[in-house]
């Protein structure tokens, strides 16, 4: 018989990974928490407004469609007319109703020069709103 030491197997030795489930467990909760409460922490003013007959919507503005073809005469819906006929039926145009949106077609051919007298004389009329009218190109139709 020996008396000796008796050999020992090693323990089981400490864990030094963390455990990650947990935590994407608690991040996953937090983030559905926030999901749920940002609307509501966005509109968190009540208002009770009051109402009045004069806070009706009123009627939307109108428009008129101004067109220059490649040949630089101008047409005012759909009816040609000169660069003087032009200015005085935009001049009552713009009495009548100086909200009124002119929404200008110029052909691409046009020069630049006829386009800017157009657009004067839409402009010492009193339209102040005028829209240019194009088309998308035909990749992204």
Do not use: C, K, W
């Not at 020996?2 to 937090?30: A, Y």
């Not at 067109?67 to 006929?85: H, K, M, R, Y």
Request: proline share 9%; glycine share 8%; net charge negative.
């Amino acid at each position: 018989m020996s008396f000796g030491r008796l050999e020992r197997t090693p323990g089981p030795q400490p864990m030094s990974d963390i455990n990650m489930t947990p935590l994407v467990d608690v991040m996953l909760v937090l983030v559905v928490i926030f999901i749920l409460t940002a609307p509501l922490m966005a509109s968190s003013i009540r208002l009770d407004l009051p109402r009045t007959e004069g806070a009706t919507p009123g009627a939307a503005p109108q428009s008129i469609t101004l067109v220059v073809d490649a040949t630089g005469q101008a047409f005012l819906e759909d009816q040609p007319l000169s660069q003087a006929a032009l200015a005085e039926r935009l001049q009552r145009i713009g009495a009548a109703r100086p909200d009124t949106e002119v929404q200008l077609r110029a052909d691409a051919a046009v020069p630049y020069g006829r386009v800017v007298e157009v657009m004067g004389a839409a402009h010492s009329a009193g339209l102040q709103r005028i829209g240019f009218i194009a088309e998308q190109p035909a990749a992204a139709r």
